[in-house]
C-alpha cells in the first residue's frame, strides 16, 4: 500500500475548521497593519537559498531538497519565504513602486529534518516581510504582529525572546573574541560544536548538548559588543515594546540558524508543545536584497510554524471551535419532489448558505436522523398537504418552532436563515 511520505501528513476535514480560523486571524491581522500578501512558487533555483540563508547553516548543509529537473537545473523546494520574498522583491522592482513594501504569506515549506511532534519534513509557515525601511518602529511592528496572532489564538504560555546582533563587523569582532575565549576548550566541545567552531561559531550557543552549555555559559555575549546604532536601535524597540505591552526578555544568546540576520531578532517560544517550543522566529537582514543584486534595501519580518502553533492550541485548549453546523437540510416528503427539493438547494446555496439535501433515496424519518447528524440549524420541508397549497414549512432546530412560508416568497426565507445564520458568526 502507498502511504504518505516520512515527515508529510494530511491535513483531514476535521482539522481544517482549525486550519481556517488560523488563516483568517493571520489575513485579518496582517491585513491591518496594511501587509499584502504575496505568493511565490514552491520550488527556486537551489542558488537563492545557498545565498540568502548562508552555505554552512543547517538548513543549506542538511535540509534541502534538492534534484536536478531534466534540464540538469538545480531546484530546491523552499525551505523559508524570506530569500523567495526578495528574489520577488528585486525581479518586479517593488523598490521603484513605492519605498515601503509590506507582503504576508502563507505557504507551504520543505526541510528534510528528523520528523517529531512539532517538526515535519512538510510543513505550513505564515509570516510577513517589511522591506525598505531601516526604522525599529517596523521590527517592533512585526513583533507586535506576531504576538498579536499568537494572543488572539488565546496562547497563554508564551515568551517572547528578543537580542541584537549588530552589523557584519561588529559581529565579527566578537566571533574572534569568542573564538579566543573558546579555544582552549575547544576539544571538549561536542563534535557538531566544535564544526560550528570553525564554521559558524554563533551557532554552538544553540547546542542542546548539556557539556557545550556549561562551556559556553560564562563566555562573552554578542549583545555586549555590537555597534551604537545597532545598540540605540535595539534600546528603541524595547521601548515600543513596552509601550504595546508586548512583554518580553532579552535573550543575549538568541543567535537564529540563518546568516542573513543583522541587529534585532527574536523568537515566540511556547511553553506547551514539547522541544519544539519556538511558534515563530525573524529578525531584521538590512543586507540581503544588496546581497542578491538588488538596490540596497533593509528588511524585517518573521515566519511562525503552523502545525506547532496548533499543537500549542490543542495543547492549552484554547481554540475552542463550536461544533460545525450546517444552515439548511432540505427534507423531500414526497418522493416526486426530487428534482424540486435540488433545486431549491441551488438556489439557497447561492448567498454561501450550506445546505445539504438528500442523495440516498431515504425515508423522511431518516432524512430527518441526517440532518440532526449535520447539526442543521434550519429543516425545510418540501411536500404534503402544505406543499399542495403552496407552502413551505420551515423548523428552527434549536428552538423546534416551525414557520409557514409561500412558495412564491423563497426571498423571504433566505433573508431569515442568512439573518440568523450571520448573528452567530464569530468576531474574526
Ligand atoms: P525559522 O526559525 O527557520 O525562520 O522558521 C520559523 C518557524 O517555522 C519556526 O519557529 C517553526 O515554528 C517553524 N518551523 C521551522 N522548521 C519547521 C519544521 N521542520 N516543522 C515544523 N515547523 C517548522 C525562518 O524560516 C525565517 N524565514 C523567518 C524570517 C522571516 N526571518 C525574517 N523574515
Known sequence: MIKSITGTKDILPAEIPYWQRLESIVEKIFSSFNYKEIRTPVFEETNLFVRSI????????????????KSNASITL???????????FIEHSFGKLQPLNKFYYISPMFRQERPQAGRQRQFHQFGGEALGSPSPLLDAEIIIIAFRILSSLNLKDLTVKINSLGIPSSRENYKNILRKHLDDKKNQLSEDSRKRFDKNILRIFDSKVELDQEIIKNAPVLIDFIDEESKNDFELVKALLKQSKVPFEVDTKLVRGLDYYTKTTFEIVSGKVGSQNALCGGGRYDLLIEQLGGAPTPGVGFAAG??????????????????????????????DLTQKVFELAVYFRQESLIVELDYLGRSVKAQMREANKLNARFVLFVGGEEFKSKKLILKIMSTGEQKEYPLEELNEIKSFIYGEVYKSYPNY
Open 54 to 69: 548562508g552555505e554552512e547553516t543547517d538548513i543549506v548543509g542538511k535540509e534541502m531538497y534538492t534534484f536536478n529537473d
Open 78 to 88: 523552499k525551505p523559508e519565504m524570506t530569500a523567495s520574498v526578495a528574489r520577488a
Open 306 to 335: 503552523m502545525e506547532r502553533i496548533l499543537l500549542a492550541c490543542q495543547n492549552e485548549k484554547s481554540l475552542n471551535l463550536p461544533g460545525e453546523k450546517i444552515d439548511l437540510y432540505i427534507t423531500r416528503v414526497d418522493e
